[in-house]
């Protein structure tokens, strides 16, 4: 499952408690591998050590050590929190060059940039004291990545309305934001194999504008994929 941060759902899960799965870290296709740049932002080196911790406020005036958390609860509230918040501001004051950003496995948060990074943006994730990664010159943004997922979606959807296919045959439409964000996959499922290579056949290859590529696959019985 792929968790993509964004200012209502991302930040909305974690303050619920939510947990945040591993992914690998990005690897780039081939054709953006020599655009794309990825840097490593060490953060402040807060202290790790339980008192220190247990010090810092989650609230104004309320420290951790006056709440009765749990392990997951701490980890909530000294990483995942702050970096969600952060990127949340992001998002909202950086609409023209945020793309998308991730939680991922060993305590890492990735966050993508259309092109280069706004100062802004950096610190206000500097300003969380806490580690994080860009990726810069990816191309698109998150309203970018929206507008073209959606025109793949209409176009699938009347392709399958054409040729009298639905409901026996249904579609996703997502992208794996930790490798190829800029990779739109339509997945064609359904109960009834011939219905799926009938699905596949009317869909074809939608088209979509660059830098975004459209792959088209056939799944299995109805499924549910998340992604960005």
Known sequence: MVIA??????????????????????????????????TEHP??????????????????GVTLEQLNY????????????????AAALVTTE??????????????TFTIAFSGDAPAGALATLDATGL????????G???????????????????ALDA???????????NSDITKAPDVIVVTITGDDEVARQAALSAVGIPSVARPF????VEGGENEYVIGL
């Open 213 to 216: 590529v459209v792959t088209v």
């Open 43 to 60: 953060g402040a080196g807060l202290p790790t050590d339980r008192a220190s911790i247990m010090a810092r406020e989650v609230y104004p």
């Open 70 to 85: 749990s392990a997951e609860e701490i980890e909530w509230a000294t990483y995942q929190n702050p970096l969600a918040e």
């Open 5 to 38: 941060v964004s200012a209502a759902v991302v930040v909305a899960a974690l303050c619920l408690g939510g947990s945040v799965a591993p992914f690998p870290q990005p690897s780039a296709p081939e054709s953006a591998a020599s655009v794309w740049r990825a």
């Open 94 to 107: 950086f609409p023209d060059d945020y793309s998308l950003a991730y939680f991922g496995p060993n305590r």
């Open 140 to 158: 698109f943004t998150e309203a970018d990545y929206q507008a073209a997922s959606n025109n793949v979606s209409r176009q699938v959807s009347q």
């Open 131 to 138: 580690p994080y990664s860009t990726l810069e010159g990816l």
């Open 163 to 173: 040729e009298e296919l639905s409901p026996a045959a249904s579609f996703s439409v």
